[in-house]
């Protein structure tokens, strides 16, 4: 069992950042690869960005490429999210998970390859 907790979210200004962590519990976090997925009122969950076990690998949606970057620091049992030149279409809930699925990041971009997600923490960009 892990146990995902997400902070770091709050309002911000158009063009403005924010970094967002995800703090593990349990199982041994360094095993699995994670990601980071968003949900607008009304819309269903999409990806936004994962990365491999090591952290040597790194996938991310077309949306947030080159404004976005994802870490993780596995002595800490910690990922990042680092997002920069934020949009107002960038607002939602963003939501951590962790994949014991062994695919490539590249792949693991739907939400039934989770095994375990946090609570979510609101990012809204105001324009």
């Known amino acids: 069992q892990v146990h995902l907790v997400e902070s770091g979210g709050g309002l911000v200004q158009t063009g403005g950042s924010l970094r967002l962590s995800c703090a593990a519990s349990g199982r041994s976090f360094s095993s699995y690869a994670m990601g980071w997925f968003r949900q607008a009122p009304g819309k269903e969950r999409e990806f936004v960005a994962a990365i491999s076990w090591r952290g040597s690998s790194t996938y991310y949606a077309d949306s947030v490429k080159g404004r976005f970057t994802i870490s993780r620091d596995n002595a800490k049992d910690t990922v990042y999210l680092q997002m920069n030149s934020l949009k107002p279409e960038d607002t939602a809930a963003y939501y951590c998970?962790?994949?014991?699925?062994?695919?490539?990041?590249?792949?693991?971009?739907?939400?039934?390859?989770?095994?375990?997600w946090g609570q979510g923490t609101q990012v809204t960009v105001s324009s």
């Open positions: 998970g962790a994949t014991l699925s062994g695919f490539t990041v590249s792949v693991v971009t739907s939400t039934l390859m989770y095994n375990y």
